[in-house]
């Protein structure tokens, strides 16, 4: 939910990963967390199919990965070995044209992400478009379920701010690009288009909801700040998994943190 | 010196923030460490993440290095033409020397080419050119491997990893590849012109992933050379004598010192010399070891030392952590009798466990007090709870003053 993932972000005990995670790291059920180091999730990904695959629940594994770390080698290491064992594996590269500050064609020498996997078949989707994003991933899902392997998809989307506090996000391109992109192919914004002209809701309705949401964000931003930060205790919690709790080496001889888990 | 003025004022402002908050005692700690009570108003909270556990300290001068263009090296030489840079434009001072000497001398890695993401390599691909100062794909491993190709054909490759922490893909390409080629060839091979630059240490905000020390991890691999500096001054001359080493060299930067560390360095460039400990400031009774920004902080313990205790400390900064200079830091401990290390990275395993370890094999009849070691506690570096993880100068303290009652 927004309240946990902005505390989280703050570093608050309500967050989701109870605050010890921080930016890359929010987790939730059946959300396997965000990695620091871009590309870990998706042998990781391929992973998780293989459990699903075992379990026999009729599930599915979505890894999302962005177009940077597309050329990392373990990457296709997964590639390989989903398509081995036919796991039912979507991998989706979510490809906003720069990896930080680096623009696809500097970083890879084909750009068609879609068609990185081989082997593997791909989509390539429009990122932007909300029911495209939907009928293509329903698709993808139905061909995974079939037992047919692993899918590729690659979503076109893009980035309006720098990809962190430390990157102005200007300095490799132009802002008028950036605004080129926010005033004709803005997600929300065609969505809202398609439903006010094809009579599903009216502006109004749509105001409201805008308002709706402007508040609960505002709420969890507010509980974001006050939340109280995980007791200090924590600190050496969860390292290992350890019945009854050990003891973890502080700073020096004479400080010791009890682990629990 | 502004440089000063700058330090009596976090000085000043660490004092403040622990005025203002609650007092409690960290379990296990002897001495009070203050922290702000978790339900402080919103500013005393803003005011806490602000407050550096260290003040950069620059050296006094002069200094007695070889400027490249002089020799013998002189007792008091002249530094030559010098500007106040911090430790990004000192590091962009010495890659600009190094491009500019060595025509084979080649800069990649992730962002490189508009300036990287701390601004390292700034200008430097319109001063050279794009065949030289170019980009890498989001590759560790495929950037050291390919770094070593470079280097083993002869030409110079300076390969950046984009943070420390990043660094474990390309982890198996220098210690099984890069670090063996010359023992594996008879010699006939070698990638020594191989020197990987990375931003280490903690910055404050980093969280797991962009805050690791990971010197220890190469300290074990032979072959080697693993290089942190601590200062603008310090890291230009030690990455210009990484450059020139025939052996393949990590150059550690401490990330936090980028903008905090300003200092007069020289244009022209000069060398440092590898595996080779300084001694900072002299003293009789303990030594203090460590390195990067952790030297900024036991410099200041040295002076509460002198202060409250009246201890007098000898300070030394490490420099080369592989091959690492055992006759000056036991030479100390042979005078004092008792040692200090410190480091951000894990206690178990981190490198003052080599330091420690060798110690007391060569000065055991000499030791006063067991090996003190204040490091970071034994859990991934934490996101919310780094000021209470580093090891910061109370800590210090707390150990330096239970070795001296020993």
New interface residues.
């Given amino acids: 939910s927004v309240r946990e993932i902005l505390a989280e972000l703050t ?2 005990k309500g967050g989701c990963a109870k ?7 929010m987790y939730a059920k059946n959300f396997y967390g965000g990695n ?4 870990a999730q998706v042998p990781l990904g391929a992973g998780i199919a293989l459990a699903c695959k075992y379990n026999g629940k009729d599930e599915v594994c979505l890894t999302l990965y962005g177009d ?2 597309a ?4 990457i296709f290491e997964a590639y390989n070995m989903a398509a081995l064992w036919k796991l039912p594996c979507i991998f989706i590269c979510e490809n906003n044209r720069y ?4 623009s696809v064609e ?3 020498a084909s750009t068609d992400y879609y068609k990185r996997g081989d082997f593997i078949p791909g989509l390539r989707v429009d990122g932007m478009d909300i029911l495209c994003v939907r009928e293509a991933t329903r698709f993808a899902a139905a061909y995974c379920r079939s037992g047919k392997g692993p899918i590729l998809m690659e979503l076109q989307t893009y980035r309006y701010h720098g990809h962190s506090m ?2 102005p996000g200007v ?2 391109r132009t802002r008028e690009e950036i605004q080129e992109v926010r005033s004709k192919s803005d997600p929300i914004m065609l969505l809202k288009d398609r439903m006010v002209n094809s009579n599903l809701a009216s502006v109004e309705e749509l105001k409201e909801i805008d308002v709706e949401v402007r508040k609960e964000i505002e709420d969890a931003a507010q509980f974001a ?1 006050a939340d ?3 007791p ?1 205790e ?3 919690y969860h ?1 290992y998994s350890s019945d009854p709790p050990f003891e ?10 009890k682990s629990v888990s | 010196m502004a440089v000063v003025a700058a330090a009596a004022g976090w000085l000043l402002r660490l004092r403040a923030a622990g005025a203002e908050g609650h007092w409690r005692r ?5 001495l009070a460490r203050g922290f702000l009570h ?2 402080a108003t ?1 500013e005393d909270a803003a005011q806490r993440r602000q407050v550096a556990h260290f003040t950069f300290q620059p050296d006094p001068e002069p200094r007695e290095y070889a400027l490249e263009t002089q020799s013998p090296l002189p007792r008091n030489f002249e530094m030559g033409q010098t500007q106040k840079m911090n430790l990004f434009q000192s590091v962009t001072s010495a890659l600009d020397n190094s491009l500019a000497k060595d025509p084979t001398a080649v800069i990649f890695g ?2 490189v ?3 990287g ?1 701390f601004r390292c390599t700034v200008g430097l691909r319109d001063k050279y050119g794009k065949d030289r100062v170019f ?5 560790e ?2 950037i050291v491997g390919f770094g070593i190709g470079i280097a083993v054909t002869g030409a110079t490759a300076i390969a950046e990893i984009q943070f420390a ?2 660094i ?2 390309a982890f198996d390409q220098i210690v099984n590849e890069a670090a063996k080629y010359r023992y594996r060839s008879g010699d006939l091979f070698n990638c020594g012109s191989l020197t990987i630059r990375s931003p280490w240490g903690c910055v404050g905000h980093g ?4 805050s690791q020390s990971p010197e220890a991890f190469f300290a074990h691999c032979p072959g080697i050379k693993v290089v942190i500096p601590r200062s603008p001054f310090q890291a230009k001359g030690l990455l210009l004598s990484c450059i020139e080493d025939k052996n393949p060299c990590i150059f550690f930067e401490p990330k936090i010192l980028y903008r905090a560390a300003a200092e007069e360095v020289p244009i022209e460039p000069y060398n440092i010399p590898l595996s080779q400990a300084e001694v900072i400031q002299e003293g009789s009774d303990v030594t203090l070891v460590a390195w990067g920004t952790q030297v900024h902080v036991i410099r200041e313990v040295a002076s509460m030392a002198k202060e409250k205790l009246g201890v007098s400390c000898e300070v030394i900064d490490l420099r080369t952590i592989i091959p690492w200079d055992v006759d000056t830091i036991c030479k100390s401990v042979i005078k004092t009798g008792r040692l200090l290390i410190s480091h951000e990275a894990p ?2 395993g981190g490198f003052a466990s080599e330091i420690s370890s060798t110690v007391q094999e060569e000065c055991f009849l000499n030791l006063e007090a ?1 090996i ?9 570096f ?4 780094e000021p ?2 580093i ?1 910061d100068k109370w ?1 210090c303290y ?2 330096l003053r ?1 070795m001296i009652n020993y």
């Avoid at chain 2, 960290?26 to 002897?30: D, E, N, Q, S």
């Avoid at chain 2, 003190?372 to 991934?380: A, F, H, L, N």
């Fill in positions: 570093g608050r605050g010890k995670g921080g930016s890359m790291h620091g180091i871009v590309g940077g770390a050329n990392q080698g373990q990896g930080m500050g680096t500097r970083a890879a430390s990157d300095s490799y700040t109280p930060e995980p200090l924590e600190l050496g390292i973890v080496r502080g700073a020096n001889q004479w400080i010791k943190f | 960290l379990p296990g700690a002897g978790p339900a919103v992730e962002d080419a508009f300036g993401v980009n890498t794909p989001l590759c491993q495929g922490d990043y474990f893909p969280a797991l992933y962009h206690l178990t067991p003190s070691r204040v490091c970071g506690y034994d859990t991934p934490p996101h919310i709870f209470f993880y090891p800590k707390d150990a239970k």
